[in-house]
């Protein structure tokens, strides 16, 4: 009798011990991707280029470790330009947070997330004067 409750408990614990760490594991993964940025004077760190899916959403931190403002813009190169000349003359003016869009003071931490719902050619812009074309951005290609 006691031998075969043995037989049937051991299994049991090898089936437990199985099923439940990839339960864990997967439940971690099912989340948006989580990406984060350091914002220093004047570049994102650490250099990067991201891929990622169409229509997948993607978390971004972005922490301002500098000493001046800086903004993430996420859009195609066009709307990078299109802002670029939208902020051109202004300054070192804020841009109101909107959904493709933050800026932080020195100090400031802020999260976004973005769904990049087109394939091509995106980037995380940084558009306080002069800080895009000395290579503030990051690359981001969606397949
Ligand atoms: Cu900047």
New binding site residues.
């Given amino acids: 009798m006691a031998m075969k409750k043995r037989l049937i408990s051991i299994p049991f614990v090898v089936l437990l011990g199985l099923l439940l760490p990839p339960l864990a594991s997967t439940a971690q993964l099912s989340g948006p991707r989580k990406v984060n940025l350091l ?1 220093t004077d ?1 570049a994102y760190s650490p250099k990067t280029t991201l891929k990622v899916r169409k229509g997948e959403t993607v978390v971004f931190t972005f922490v301002n470790r500098g000493r ?1 403002l ?2 993430a813009l996420i859009g195609t190169p066009s709307d990078q330009a299109a802002h670029e000349k939208e902020m051109s003359g202004m300054g070192n003016m804020a841009m109101a947070d909107e959904k493709d869009r933050v800026s932080m003071k020195p100090g400031q931490t802020k999260k976004l997330s973005f769904t990049f719902d087109k394939v091509g050619s995106y980037e995380i812009g ?1 558009h ?1 004067p002069t ?1 895009y074309k000395l290579g ?1 951005k990051v690359s981001i290609t969606v397949n």
């Fill in positions: 914002l004047n001046v800086h903004e940084c306080q800080h503030m």
